[in-house]
């Protein structure tokens, strides 16, 4: 097999404009993932909040990819994408930064929080989709790969260090006064993407084409490829079990293990080491067992240890819990890196927007429905139920792919004709079939947990 020599680190590092993009999804990513250790925690130990209402703000965190999630792609494909990620970052800032105030001025009330948890859910979906459709702008094909690496890196990283810093500013400021950090984060982001000079051609629709006609043709392009379906329905099923997770470890941590803020900010950064891990050796992986072996193998090797989240218990056992997110968080970011560089290689420029907003809307979609789910179940069963319903949900997540062509190929061909044609099949030796047509194609809120892109 051939292979395409990857970027090194300095090589991307040296490319203005990709190091302003990364280092403001660093600055945005440890304000966010500060605010998921203080976020819930406002509404569990200020606002004494119940498993369900716990469960409904995680579901208001991401209802906006089923709200908005289909049209904001086609949206997004007739406008530049850096004047959008721009503007979604400076309403985040906004609307985060009301939490603050309306404590110290003991107004703050669950209303609220659902109201910012929704707003910045909106402003979310048009960053991400933006965000994963500038990158082809930014980078060359043949680096978007190490472009995604980086991206994943940065993430993995703030997902170290943001929750126990996090979790101490919690123990000495208060949840409310700690989200101050992710509004700063998200300024500093609107700051330095204001700063990048990439020539963007602003997008020329099609004169008559509808909006709905444009979305359908987003959604035909992802349903229509067999390894898109196959990816788009085992990334969902993660996600919607993800949710549960999301929804349930605070009052588990708080309630059931009586754990500080300060030691659940720990074991999220402690956890997060697997992402870490995951986003460094992606893309060796790729190249030593192939990009589509990867895919799946890096669900069926990690799901498993879901299992010790509801198995994990108070004093040594939360070492158990932390083990279990860092095993299934390398995973999730193995699986992203690779999925998420193949979906942006093989979708035609003029589809990525399209072809992004429809696999966050059925990948991310999910998220409310699990997230609401996990909150009936721990307040009708207790938390730990709830970990046993997700543990269980994550052994399907390897199903669809072992069910798909992947499951016979080595790495994943170099693109598909619009429209869905079924990509070219590989076999094991790694001698690639192409497909007819070669697209020549130039990725986040924060995953506290394995949610995957």
Not at 78 to 84: C, F, G, I, S, T
Not at 171 to 185: E, H, K, N, R, Y
Not at 284 to 312: D, E, M, N
Request: with cysteine; glycine share 12%; proline share 8%.
């Amino acid at each position: 097999m051939n292979e395409k020599p990857h970027p090194s680190p300095a090589r991307l590092l040296g490319h203005r404009d990709f190091r302003l993009l990364l280092t403001g999804a660093a600055a945005a990513q440890t304000g966010s993932q500060v605010t998921l250790v203080a976020l819930p925690l406002v509404a569990v130990m200020v606002l004494d909040a119940t498993p369900f209402e716990v469960g409904l703000l995680t579901a208001a965190e991401t209802a906006a990819f089923l709200l908005v999630g289909l049209p904001a792609g086609a949206w997004l494909d007739r406008m530049r994408k850096l004047p959008v990620l721009i503007r979604a970052d400076l309403v985040r800032c906004v609307a985060v930064g009301s939490i603050p105030p309306a404590a110290a001025l003991g107004v703050l009330t669950m209303p609220q929080l659902y109201l910012v948890a929704l707003v910045t859910g909106v402003a979310t979906v048009f960053f991400d989709v933006a965000h994963q459709s500038f990158l082809p702008a930014v980078l060359p094909r043949e680096q978007l790969v190490g472009g995604n690496g980086a991206l994943e890196t940065v993430r993995s990283s703030a997902q170290i260090a943001g929750p126990g810093l996090g979790g101490g500013l919690v123990q000495l400021l208060g949840a409310p006064l700690a989200i101050v950090a992710d509004a700063l984060g998200y300024l500093a982001s609107a700051l330095l993407l204001a700063r990048i000079k990439v020539e963007e051609p602003r997008p020329e629709p099609e004169p008559g084409r509808s909006l709905r006609a444009e979305v359908g043709e987003g959604v035909r392009f992802v349903l229509g490829h067999p390894l898109l379906r196959a990816i788009a329905t085992a990334t969902a099923v993660s996600n919607l079990f993800a949710a549960v997770l999301m929804a349930v470890q605070t009052v588990f941590w708080v309630r059931v293990l009586d754990l500080s803020p300060g030691v659940i900010g720990i074991l999220l950064s402690t956890s997060a080491v697997g992402g870490l891990a995951g986003a460094l050796c992606a893309g060796y992986l790729a190249r030593r067992v192939g990009q589509a072996r990867l895919i799946w193998l890096s669900t069926v090797v990690t799901a498993p240890f879901a299992v010790l989240w509801p198995l994990s218990g108070a004093g040594a056992g939360v070492v158990l819990f932390g083990l279990a997110s860092g095993v299934v968080l390398f995973g999730a970011v193995a699986y992203n890196v690779a999925q998420v560089s193949f979906r942006q290689s093989v979708c035609p420029p003029e589809l990525l927007g399209r072809m992004n907003a429809t696999m966050r809307f059925l990948v991310w979609g999910t998220l409310p429905i699990g997230a609401l789910g996990g909150g009936i179940v721990a307040d009708s069963a207790g938390p730990r139920t709830a970990l046993w319903l997700c543990a269980i949900g994550f052994l399907l997540v390897p199903v669809p792919l072992l069910l798909s062509p992947l499951r016979g190929m080595r790495d994943l061909p170099g693109g598909a004709a619009p429209g869905g044609a079924a990509p070219g099949a590989e076999d094991d030796s790694g001698t690639a079939q192409e497909a007819a047509a070669e697209e020549t194609t130039p990725a986040q809120e924060p995953a506290a947990s394995p949610t995957t892109s």
